[in-house]
């Protein structure tokens, strides 16, 4: 069916075709039984709690009843839906507004209406035991050798420690997989904690003890928590656009990459002759043969094209004057600090180093 989510065209007989080929495969849902459905998104609300936005699949969800939904559980204490209007119950395919839980659920936890609460109660607590498990598991799961092994390979790695809060879960785990995204062998972000709602004092608590950021995405800190981390210097950053969020983090992993050294060969000077001089040493008499000679530069002494000595010149000088540098065809003497195995013929390889700031790509 073509359709144009623009002009609107073909949308009456896209409906249309989903309802033909429904009734021609017999795609029917029970109404008359204890509602199941799919949770498509959760927020904490300021004034309504926690909010579950859900898609009834089977069953009709009426106000009243008790239900758990991943490891959360709670009682309709009312719906609404796509309208904002306020209503008693929900049919099959009917995306209502559920508010009523305890806590926040996950997009994508399955809704199911119980008998009791208490029974609710105890499959929330016993989901969320068992999901405790499985993490403390797969973090213990590992021998001796693994976690040495893992020590030393996150040795060299720089982390960068953030605190994430937003406004509903979708935009949290969204958040999360960008952030798992970012870095490299030398460096990555790692999300401390993330959740749904206001930054609170225990976020700060939380961020201070790892030397984090709080990232708060289209939810703000309440005035405790303002007060809290004006005290323990905590960074509070408010984000509404998640690119920005992405790129100033970036940013700042980007901060935590060392720069990059790099040698920029400004010159070569060839040993014709060595002479001791007294308080000095052995000074090199030395043929500029390409570039520049400068003393504030770093030098290496070849012998048949091997290095036998990387260091700095202790003089530079044309013919009796100390000079800042000697330019390619001109003579000069030079001696090295703490040095003083020069020999005729050897090569004087003339440097200067280069910081080159790096950034993630």
């Known amino acids: 069916v073509e359709v144009s989510a623009v002009s609107g065209q073909g949308l009456p007989e896209l409906l249309e075709a989903i309802a033909l080929q429904a009734e021609i495969l017999e795609l029917n849902a029970n109404p008359d039984r204890p509602a199941e459905g799919a949770?498509?998104?959760?927020?904490?609300?300021?004034?309504?709690?926690?909010?579950?936005?859900?898609?009834?699949?089977?069953?009709?969800?009426?106000?009243?009843?008790?239900?758990?939904v991943g490891e959360q559980w709670g009682k309709v204490r009312a719906m609404e839906n796509d309208r904002g209007e306020r209503i008693k119950e929900a049919?099959?395919?009917?995306?209502?507004?559920?508010l009523g839980l305890n806590g926040t659920p996950e997009a994508g936890d399955v809704l199911n209406v119980v008998a009791t609460e208490a029974q609710a109660r105890e499959i929330a607590e016993y989901r969320h035991q068992a999901a405790k498990d499985?993490?403390?598991a797969a973090g213990a799961a590992t021998t001796l050798d693994q976690l040495l092994a893992?020590?030393?390979?996150?040795?060299?790695?720089?982390?960068?420690?953030?605190?994430?809060?937003a406004d509903v879960q979708g935009s949290a785990e969204a958040i999360v997989q960008a952030m798992e995204k970012i870095g490299n062998d030398e460096v990555r972000v790692?999300?401390?904690?993330?959740?749904?709602?206001?930054?609170?004092?225990?976020?700060?608590?939380?961020?201070?003890?790892?030397?984090?950021?709080?990232?708060?995405?289209?939810?703000?800190?309440?005035?405790?928590?303002?007060?809290?981390?004006?005290?323990?210097?905590?960074?509070?950053?408010?984000?509404?656009?998640?690119?920005?969020?992405?790129?100033?983090?970036?940013?700042?992993?980007?901060?935590?990459?060392g720069?990059?050294?790099?040698?920029?060969?400004?010159?070569?000077?060839?040993?014709?002759?060595?002479?001791?001089?007294?308080?000095?040493?052995?000074?090199?008499?030395?043929?500029?043969?390409?570039?520049?000679?400068?003393?504030?530069?770093?030098?290496?002494?070849l012998r048949d094209n091997v290095v036998v000595h990387e260091g700095t010149l202790k003089t530079l000088k044309r013919f009796k004057d100390e000079?800042?540098?000697?330019?390619?065809?001109?003579?000069?003497?030079?001696?090295?600090?703490?040095?003083?195995?020069?020999?005729?013929?050897?090569?004087?390889?003339?440097?200067?180093?280069?910081?080159?700031?790096?950034?993630?790509?």
């Not at 936005?53 to 009843?65: A, P, S």
Request: hydrophobic fraction near 45%.
């Open 259 to 301: 720069a990059e050294i790099r040698e920029n060969f400004i010159g070569y000077a060839q040993i014709r002759e060595v002479f001791k001089v007294s308080g000095v040493g052995n000074v090199a008499g030395c043929l500029v043969t390409e570039g520049i000679a400068r003393r504030s530069a770093g030098v290496r002494l």
């Open 91 to 98: 049919g099959p395919s009917v995306p209502v507004e559920v």
């Open 134 to 136: 499985k993490r403390a």
């Open 39 to 68: 949770v498509i998104e959760a927020q904490l609300d300021v004034g309504r709690g926690p909010v579950a936005t859900v898609l009834v699949q089977k069953g009709t969800l009426k106000q009243g009843d008790i239900f758990v």
């Open 190 to 257: 790692r999300v401390l904690h993330y959740g749904v709602g206001a930054i609170t004092e225990s976020d700060i608590g939380l961020a201070e003890a790892s030397g984090a950021p709080v990232i708060g995405f289209n939810v703000r800190a309440n005035a405790p928590a303002r007060s809290s981390a004006n005290q323990k210097g905590v960074e509070i950053r408010y984000y509404s656009v998640i690119y920005d969020l992405v790129d100033d983090v970036k940013a700042a992993a980007s901060g935590l990459l």
């Open 323 to 361: 000079v800042k540098e000697v330019q390619s065809g001109q003579e000069c003497g030079m001696a090295f600090d703490n040095y003083d195995d020069i020999r005729k013929g050897d090569v004087i390889e003339i440097f200067e180093r280069e910081e080159i700031e790096r950034a993630l790509a």
């Open 150 to 165: 893992k020590a030393k390979a996150d040795k060299d790695v720089k982390e960068l420690p953030i605190v994430v809060k």
